[in-house]
């Protein structure tokens, strides 16, 4: 059973373009969820997601961000013209049903570096 | 200011010898406290996951604490190896909507 996939592990993105951020779920889990780390920073809750529903998106900046889980496919991150400021390790974890008591398995992160 | 704060910030120790990381927190009302690890370039690993009612749990050279009392944690690593050099995150699961916060977490570094 494989673990959460991401991908691309690095992104490098120029000021004003557009960066898509892909976790594939590990299998049978219906729950997603996309974390942004800053550097030196924790961890900072963004949108919690279940197949075709976005549950929970207080976390998201109201412009420019936006995330999706498609019936079919994996979940997408989309960021919109990119500032330096969204520089930092987008990070997506995946639980079996509902955040407590089942546990998030997280996956490796993409490192989106805006230039 | 952060509700959940760890300390210390970051901390290095030999190889073999033990080393406590705490974790204070305001998050009310609780449900349950975790401990990650995270390797540098990758996603956090759970250690444990406490709840209320529990005061102590160990997962090997693992052991992490609860006095949801003085709302304090702790996590004791034993024997450390070089392979526990990652930073270990503190995390505070909130009632009734289950929000998560994180500690900005405690960068282990163990030298031979």
């Known amino acids: 059973n494989a673990g959460v996939m991401q991908n691309p592990r690095h992104l490098v993105r120029r000021r004003g373009q557009e960066a898509r951020l892909r976790c594939s779920p590990m299998?049978?889990?219906?729950?997603v969820y996309w974390y942004r780390q800053l550097p030196e920073e924790g961890l900072k809750f963004m949108v919690y997601?279940?197949?075709?529903?976005?549950?929970?998106e207080s976390g998201m900046p109201k412009e420019r961000f936006s995330a999706e889980f498609p019936k079919e496919g994996p979940s997408i991150l989309r960021i919109q013209q990119v500032v330096r400021g969204d520089s930092a390790a987008y990070f997506c974890?995946?639980?079996?049903?509902?955040?407590?008591?089942?546990?998030?398995?997280f996956g490796p992160g993409t490192r989106l570096t805006v230039t | 200011k952060n509700q959940v704060e760890q300390s210390p910030q970051s901390l290095i120790i030999l190889e073999g010898k033990n080393c406590t990381l705490q974790c204070n927190y305001t998050v009310s009302p609780f449900s349950n406290l975790r401990w990650y690890k995270q390797d540098t370039g990758r996603g956090p690993v759970s250690l444990t996951i406490m709840t209320f009612s529990e005061n102590t749990k160990s997962n090997g050279r693992y052991t992490a604490t609860l006095d949801a009392d003085t709302k304090q944690s702790s996590l004791h690593i034993t024997a450390s190896q070089l392979s526990d050099s990652a930073s270990y995150i503190c995390v505070v699961i909130s009632k009734p909507r289950d929000d998560m916060r994180f500690g900005a977490g405690t960068r282990l570094t163990v030298k031979p």
């Open positions: 299998k049978g889990h219906s729950h």
């Open positions: 997601l279940q197949k075709e529903n976005i549950i929970d």
């Open positions: 974890a995946s639980s079996p049903k509902d955040r407590v008591p089942y546990e998030q398995y």
